[in-house]
T-cell receptor, first 110, second 114 residues
Framework: KNEVEQSPQNLTAQEGEFITINCSYS?????LHWLQQHPGGGIVSLFM???GKKKHGRLIATINIQEKHSSLHITASHPRDSAVYIC????????????FGKGTLLTVNP | DTGVSQNPRHKITKRGQNVTFRCDPI?????LYWYRQTLGQGPEFLTY????????KSRLLSDRFSAERPKGSFSTLEIQRTEQGDSAMYLC????????????FGPGTRLLVL
């Protein structure tokens, strides 16, 4: 079992729909990250969370430390949101390396 | 551009050849990480440096792989005697001293071994 599990693996939505991507982890963490990866490889950080909820534009990220679960929500989805969304955790320790989920491929159709 | 840069962006090589990738981190970031990402998977940790010291290596990093970060600035990742299984995206990230959980990623080097 991977230390970081994401669901769903693939998600297709119509423009305007509300989208939720889930992430569960099985290790102690110091922080959880939501990342966006477009075709071609570049990874962009969307959020870093250690508790509670963060909002940036149409994106909202929440984390429940007790349940070891996080969600990424996209409101009023748009075709330009189409990308791979990756959950990653700093699993404590002094190296701060990231452990990643497999990613969720989101396709938003016009 | 003050982001993390990686060169080359793409590399095609024949099995058995040696390849070297370069990563230039954001200036004054003390930590530098290498990750490998295969198709359809999330990235996996390979190794990391704090300044010029290589402090951890993954078991994924076989003897054919070597990484350096001379003078704590840019880093190189060399793969000797490449195999088809080495085909992947190699990602570099750097992290500032002040917020050690945060990592800034480069665009990656995509390697194809024929």
């Amino acid at each position: 079992k991977n230390e970081v599990e994401q669901s769903p693996q693939n998600l297709t939505a119509q423009e305007g729909e509300f989208i939720t991507i889930n992430c569960s982890y099985s290790v102690g963490i110091s922080a959880l990250h939501w990342l966006q990866q477009h075709p071609g490889g570049g990874i962009v950080s969307l959020f870093m969370l250690s508790s509670g909820k963060k909002k940036h534009g149409r994106l909202i990220a929440t984390i429940n430390i007790q349940e070891k679960h996080s969600s990424l929500h996209i409101t009023a989805s748009h075709p330009r949101d189409s990308a791979v969304y990756i959950c990653a955790v700093n699993s404590g320790g002094s190296n701060y390396k990231l452990t990643f989920g497999k990613g969720t491929l989101l396709t938003v159709n016009p | 551009d003050t982001g993390v840069s990686q060169n080359p962006r793409h590399k095609i090589t024949k099995r058995g050849q040696n390849v070297t990738f370069r990563c230039d981190p954001i200036s004054e970031h003390n930590r530098l990480y290498w990750y490998r990402q295969t198709l359809g998977q999330g990235p996996e940790f390979l190794t990391y440096f704090q300044n010029e010291a290589q402090l951890e290596k993954s078991r994924l990093l076989s003897d054919r792989f070597s990484a350096e970060r001379p003078k704590g600035s840019f880093s190189t990742l060399e793969i000797q005697r490449t195999e088809q299984g080495d085909s992947a995206m190699y990602l570099c990230a750097s992290s500032p001293r002040q917020i050690q959980e945060t990592q800034y990623f480069g665009p990656g080097t995509r390697l194809l071994v024929l």
